[in-house]
């Protein structure tokens, strides 16, 4: 709530003192006709008391309504204040969990690229010693086809490979934690946004992979933005999330999977990223609601209707920047973010 604002208590104190007054002017008003004389005197007096009624209660349905959007104001910062400190502790959970994943799996990489140059090189000898023939060479042609030597001399450098593909993969994934997570001070940096998007697109990986193929597009012409990278990095989770919701909500499980394509333009005066979906699209009747705080359609536990709302005070609030959407029924959705290329003088 912004300061000079009336707190939650001083409007529900007002409130109850605008009532009070009404209570004792009505009480007046029956007073006046069981004591006064004369018709006329009584009905004067009754309409200036009717009169000052009637300016009382639309006071207070005025204050009524100060009071609802306080109570909705409050809930939403809390919400948001909540949402923020869970944020935070799981980033600094993940950045810590990353940092110890990055240890040991440093040395097994470099064990595993060990393997694979010696492996090769074992693979020469063997094969040289195999060229002997005569009798001393016999139990070593046995031994080689008791130990399938053949399949081992093919597998055996593709196993590896494996190991090393599983290794980079961790490595990309803890990586990208680690981005993702760090906190950005609240200072505003230059920030790749191919690199959030990647990023984002690897830590959500477990929440689409099983619903949808991700597809990005950049626009080589876009340079660094400045901007809160954690905030925007949460803003895209947010979307990505939602998308692969939408698209699940579509298909059966185990069926053909769907589609996220997102981009990123060069849109003087901004910076644009769509995020879209072949979900099921944004009914019309619910268009207008979809960015208030609390407003879901999931089940509980499910949604808590808080990413949208958080989406657009990052985006507008924080940023000076946009979000909006474009869907068709049973077409899809695409949500549309723009960051201003460069920071307005107020924020710099
Ligand atoms: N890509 C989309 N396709 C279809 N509907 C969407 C899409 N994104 C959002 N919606 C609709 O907007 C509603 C609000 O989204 P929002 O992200 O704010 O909350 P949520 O996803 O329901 O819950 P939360 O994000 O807090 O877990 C959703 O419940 C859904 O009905
Ligand atoms: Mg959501």
């Known amino acids: 709530m912004n300061r000079g604002e009336p707190t939650l ?20 008003v029956e007073d006046g006709f069981a004591h006064r004389d004369g018709a006329f005197a009584i009905m004067e007096e009754s309409l200036d008391l009717q009169r000052v009624v009637d300016r009382k209660t639309a006071q207070l349905a005025e204050e009524h309504q100060r009071l609802e959007k306080a109570h909705y104001d409050l809930r939403r910062a809390q919400a948001q204040l909540l949402q923020a400190q869970k944020m935070e502790s799981i980033g600094q959970l993940a950045a810590g969990i990353a940092h110890e994943i990055n240890t040991p799996t440093q040395y097994v990489s470099d064990n595993v690229v060990f393997v ?5 090189s074992l693979v020469e000898l063997v094969e040289l010693a195999l060229t002997a023939q005569g009798p001393e060479a016999a139990p070593l042609h046995e031994k080689a086809k008791a130990l399938r030597y053949p399949f081992l001399r093919e597998q055996l450098p593709k196993a590896i490979e494996q ?5 980079r993969r961790v490595g990309s994934i803890v990586g990208a934690m680690k981005d ?22 690897t830590v959500a990986r477990n929440e689409w992979k099983y619903v949808a193929d991700i597809q990005t597009t950049f626009d080589e012409e876009l340079a660094p933005v400045p901007c809160l990278r954690d905030q925007i990095n949460q803003v895209l989770l947010n979307l990505i999330v939602n998308a692969a919701h939408a698209i699940a ?15 990123t333009r060069r849109a003087p005066p901004w910076a644009e990223i769509r995020i879209k979906d072949d979900g099921g699209g944004i009914p019309e009747a619910i ?12 089940p509980v536990g499910k949604g808590t209707g808080q990413g949208l709302a958080i989406a657009y ?4 609030e924080r ?19 723009r960051l201003p290329l460069r920071l307005p003088e107020e924020v710099r």
Request: proline share 5%.
């Open 287 to 298: 268009r207008p609601r979809i960015f208030d705080p609390f407003f879901t359609t999931k």
């Open 313 to 316: 005070s990052v985006m507008v």
């Open 163 to 167: 190991a090393a593909e599983g290794l």
């Open 319 to 337: 940023h000076h920047g946009e979000i909006d959407f474009e869907s068709e029924l049973g077409v899809g959705t695409t949500f549309i973010l």
């Open 180 to 201: 993702f997570s760090h906190p950005s001070a609240d200072r505003r940096e230059p920030v790749d946004l191919r690199e959030c998007i990647t990023t984002t697109v």
């Open 116 to 120: 694979q140059r010696a492996c090769r």
């Open 249 to 263: 909500e579509q298909r059966p499980a185990g069926g053909e999977l769907g589609h996220i394509d997102i981009s």
């Open 9 to 28: 208590e001083a409007l529900q104190r007002k409130v109850r003192a605008q009532e009070k007054t009404i209570e004792v002017l009505m009480r007046r």
